[in-house]
């Protein structure tokens, strides 16, 4: 499992560094950083499967990284010397929340839970890139979308809109259904758009445009869809919708 720690402070990165060396041989660390905007340099240019990360550092706060990321399609560790952060921490979709200083009890219990989200991921996508083999090609296409209990099977021509939640999308369906999928937008992305009726349109949205049925101007402007939702477009994203509802 490949990693990067967020740390700013030499003597808590350090014993970081240094429990994982011990007790954890099998994580790689990819590399550190110790400010937002480092963070963001470095998780561009790297692919971790877990992220260590403080709250606060010189420049904001580690959940400014997150917001200007698309997706985060990696497990979240976050660790601070105040309990304050917790709940916002479990709401962006950490796995875990450490108290400082990171101890071996407290670290192993949280990459333990993070190790059975790589795995369950790692599993469910070799057999959804089957399945998705499979139904390639056939009258009433399905995508499979791996959720905490397995596969749920969705046909193509019942999503409306895709919706990101941290290391989660929201899948809205006809008939007012709802599915929560443990992917990432981005990763729903890949799938979906090899299907010419899939476009993001914003960091959080994903859309069906065959359910669109209105465009409202603005800087991005905003998509209505058959069931009433208002969707928000991003202004670099504006050109390329309006010329595939165009037909362009």
């Given at each position: 499992?490949?990693?990067?720690?967020?740390?700013?402070?030499?003597?808590d990165?350090?014993?970081l560094?240094s429990?994982?060396s011990?007790?954890?041989?099998?994580?790689?660390?990819?590399?550190?950083?110790t400010?937002?905007?480092?963070?963001?340099?470095?998780?561009?240019?790297?692919?971790?499967?877990?992220?260590?990360s403080?709250?606060?550092?010189?420049?904001?706060?580690?959940f400014?990284?997150?917001?200007?990321?698309?997706?985060?399609?990696?497990?979240?560790?976050?660790?601070s010397?105040?309990d304050?952060?917790?709940?916002?921490?479990?709401?962006?979709?950490?796995?875990?929340?450490?108290?400082?200083?990171?101890?071996?009890?407290?670290?192993?219990?949280?990459?333990?839970?993070?190790?059975?989200h790589?795995?369950?991921?790692?599993?469910?996508?070799?057999?959804?890139m089957?399945?998705?083999?499979y139904?390639?090609?056939?009258?009433?296409?399905?995508?499979?979308?791996?959720?905490?209990?397995?596969?749920?099977?969705?046909?193509?021509?019942?999503?409306?809109?895709?919706?990101?939640?941290?290391?989660y999308?929201?899948?809205?369906?006809?008939n007012?259904?709802?599915?929560?999928?443990?992917?990432?937008?981005?990763?729903?992305?890949?799938?979906?758009?090899?299907?010419?009726?899939?476009l993001?349109?914003?960091?959080?949205?994903?859309v069906?445009?065959?359910?669109?049925?209105?465009?409202?101007?603005?800087?991005?402007?905003?998509?209505?869809?058959?069931?009433?939702?208002?969707?928000?477009?991003?202004?670099?994203?504006k050109?390329?919708l309006?010329?595939?509802?165009?037909?362009?």
């Open positions: 499992m490949n990693a990067i720690i967020i740390e700013d402070n030499t003597i990165l350090l014993n560094e429990l994982l011990k007790y954890f041989p099998e994580i790689v660390i990819l590399g550190h950083a400010s937002v905007k480092s963070g963001i340099e470095l998780l561009s240019t790297t692919k971790p499967d877990l992220v260590i403080d709250v606060q550092l010189p420049d904001g706060v580690s400014d990284i997150l917001n200007q990321l698309d997706s985060f399609p990696f497990q979240l560790i976050v660790i010397a105040f304050s952060y917790a709940m916002n921490a479990i709401k962006i979709g950490a796995i875990d929340y450490i108290l400082k200083p990171a101890t071996k009890v407290t670290l192993e219990n949280a990459i333990n839970k993070a190790k059975v790589v795995d369950q991921k790692i599993r469910m996508e070799q057999m959804s089957m399945l998705q083999t139904y390639k090609g056939s009258p009433a296409q399905r995508i499979a979308l791996p959720n905490s209990e397995g596969l749920r099977f969705v046909k193509l021509d019942e999503i409306l809109y895709c919706k990101a939640e941290g290391n999308t929201y899948f809205y369906l006809l007012n259904r709802k599915e929560i999928v443990s992917q990432t937008l981005k990763e729903v992305e890949t799938k979906l758009s090899q299907y010419d009726t899939f993001r349109i914003h960091k959080s949205f994903m069906n445009l065959k359910y669109v049925v209105d465009y409202k101007k603005g800087r991005g402007g905003q998509v209505i869809l058959e069931d009433n939702s208002e969707l928000e477009v991003a202004p670099d994203k050109e390329a309006l010329k595939r509802l165009q037909g362009k």
